[in-house]
T-cell receptor, first 114, second 111 residues
Framework: NAGVTQTPKFQVLKTGQSMTLQCAQD?????MSWYRQDPGMGLRLIHY???????DQGEVPNGYNVSRSTTEDFPLRLLSAAPSQTSVYFC?????????????FGPGTRLTVT | GNSVTQMEGPVTLSEEAFLTINCTYT??????LFWYVQYPGEGLQLLLK?????DKGSNKGFEATYRKETTSFHLEKGSVQVSDSAVYFC??????????FGTGTRLLVSP
């Protein structure tokens, strides 16, 4: 199993550009989520999904969209990039949403918005 | 709401020293508790977990005990190595709610 994969690894955008961060998992996990990691702030949840066709907002959803058309894929779209979205983005998955389930993380995408 | 508080870093130790990284939490219900580790340039990996009070999670020489009475889940290792240098995150998950992370503690181990 490849686990959770993310592309690209690095990306530089200009303010106002849009792009999609890709995330895929091959573990047949129902629950997937996107986090951003900023210095001194830990990881903050952007959006999550409990299954194909179902998504919901986390604590910092503004400026981001998601969709979940298949169990495997959970792309994150930046609609109009802003310098405040410069961060490292992690995708994660777990078998289900319940409290005992650990999350498996991808390697991350480092995004810089100039 | 749920929250996790970790000691601020960096924690700087010499090889073979004893490590403690403090973690306390606030949560409704009976959460599961986790320690994740992030090596430079990588994503987070689960280090250990405990799903109920008095459980001890352990892995790679690291241990943490779920203490409900003190709402704590401190990470310990008896003898650290240079390869343990990383950022350590304490986290909790309660019911069907989202995983909540602490801010992370950087550990630097010198030879």
């Amino acid at each position: 199993n490849a686990g959770v994969t993310q592309t690209p690894k690095f990306q530089v955008l200009k303010t106002g550009q849009s792009m999609t961060l890709q995330c895929a998992q091959d573990m047949n996990h129902e629950y997937m989520s996107w986090y951003r990691q900023d210095p001194g702030m830990g990881l903050r949840l952007i959006h999550y999904s409990v299954g194909a066709g179902i998504t919901d907002q986390g604590e910092v959803p503004n400026g981001y969209n998601v969709s979940r058309s298949t169990t495997e894929d959970f792309p994150l779209r930046l609609l109009s990039a802003a310098p405040s979205q410069t961060s490292v983005y992690f995708c994660a998955s777990s078998p289900q949403q319940g409290k005992d389930h650990e999350q498996y993380f991808g390697p991350g995408t480092r995004l810089t918005v100039t | 709401g749920n929250s996790v508080t970790q000691m601020e870093g960096p924690v700087t130790l010499s090889e073979e020293a004893f490590l403690t990284i403090n973690c306390t939490y606030t949560a409704t219900g009976y959460p599961s508790l986790f320690w994740y580790v992030q090596y430079p340039g990588e994503g987070l990996q689960l280090l250990l977990k405990a799903t109920k009070a008095d459980d001890k999670g352990s892995n790679k020489g690291f241990e943490a005990t779920y203490r409900k009475e003190t709402t704590s889940f401190h990470l310990e290792k008896g003898s650290v190595q240079v390869s343990d240098s990383a950022v350590y995150f304490c986290a909790l998950r309660s019911g069907f709610q989202k995983l909540v992370f602490g801010t992370g503690t950087r550990l630097l181990v010198s030879p």
